[in-house]
């Protein structure tokens, strides 16, 4: 079965830092952009890190710049999110999802649209 799948999420204070993970099973990540969406309740979805495969292209949501770090572990067939100084602001769903990157944009996405494959997403709470 092809899926990802997303690790790593909980609950933090303001200020602190977690690490997602997505791992893929039944295919390889290097052949797909990679990005990490969230959903706060009551809002959209929105995007947060993209990671293509090539050097450069890596693009983040202006709300997570500087505190946010996507990155690829090929060897472990993952994408992972490092995320510091939280902040309340922060808490939401994050999913990972897929596309293969013959037809990725080369872009940000804010919706994500284009994107065919998606985890199940994990619960990221930041609260004092």
């Known amino acids: 079965q092809l899926q990802v799948v997303e690790s790593g999420g909980g609950s933090v204070q303001p200020g602190g830092s977690l690490r997602l993970s997505c791992a893929a099973s039944g295919f390889t990540l290097d052949r797909y952009a990679v990005g990490w969406f969230r959903q706060a309740p009551g809002k959209r979805r929105e995007g947060v890190a993209v990671?293509?495969?090539?050097?450069?292209?890596?693009f983040y949501a202006h709300s997570v710049q500087g505190r946010f770090n996507i990155s690829r572990d090929s060897a472990k067939n993952t994408v992972s999110l490092q995320m510091n100084n939280l902040k309340p602001e922060d808490t939401a769903v994050y999913y990972c999802?897929?596309?293969?990157?013959?037809?990725?944009?080369?872009?940000?996405?804010?919706?994500?649209?284009?994107?065919?494959?998606w985890g199940q997403g994990i619960q990221v709470t930041v609260s004092s």
């Open positions: 990671i293509g495969t090539r050097p450069g292209f890596i």
């Open positions: 999802a897929t596309v293969p990157l013959a037809r990725w944009s080369g872009s940000f996405s804010e919706r994500g649209y284009e994107y065919d494959r």
